[in-house]
């Protein structure tokens, strides 16, 4: 299992705690592998965005209206969070059915 997010995260660091033998990679640091990067958009499309935090607000209409992709290649902090990648499948958040389809 690997667990994209932010150390800094406080939803990653639950998700953390859940899985402790998680391998987990801070995309602030470490970047996130285009190629994960690409199914996580092709699975979750816009929910991808984080739109409520700071770097979101801190970016220009302009900046906003590009490529999700992109966008969140050149700012890491902008991926909702965390990105969970167990068995094949990809997981967006620590909501409660994402923990309910891991603990399955």
Same mark, same amino acid.
């Given at each position: ?9 406080? $939803?990653?660091?639950? /998700? *953390? ?14 970047? *996130? ?14 929910? *991808?965005?984080? $739109?409520?935090?700071? $770097?979101?607000?801190? *970016? ?7 490529? %999700? ?12 969070? %965390?990105?969970?990648? /167990? ?7 620590? $909501? %409660?059915?994402?923990? /309910? /389809?891991?603990?399955?």
């Amino acid at each position: 299992m690997k667990l994209y997010g932010l150390k800094t995260c406080d $939803t990653c660091r639950k /998700a *953390l705690k859940h899985f402790p033998n998680a391998e987990f990679k801070d995309v602030r640091a470490d970047g *996130l592998p285009e190629a994960v990067l690409n199914a996580a958009h092709e699975a979750f499309g816009a929910a *991808l965005l984080n $739109t409520r935090s700071a $770097t979101w607000r801190g *970016l220009d209409e302009e900046e906003r209206a590009g490529d %999700p992709v992109e966008l969140i290649a050149r700012h890491p902090a902008l991926m909702k969070r %965390p990105l969970i990648e /167990a068995q094949g499948k990809l997981y967006l958040g620590w $909501t %409660p059915e994402v923990q /309910a /389809a891991l603990a399955g």
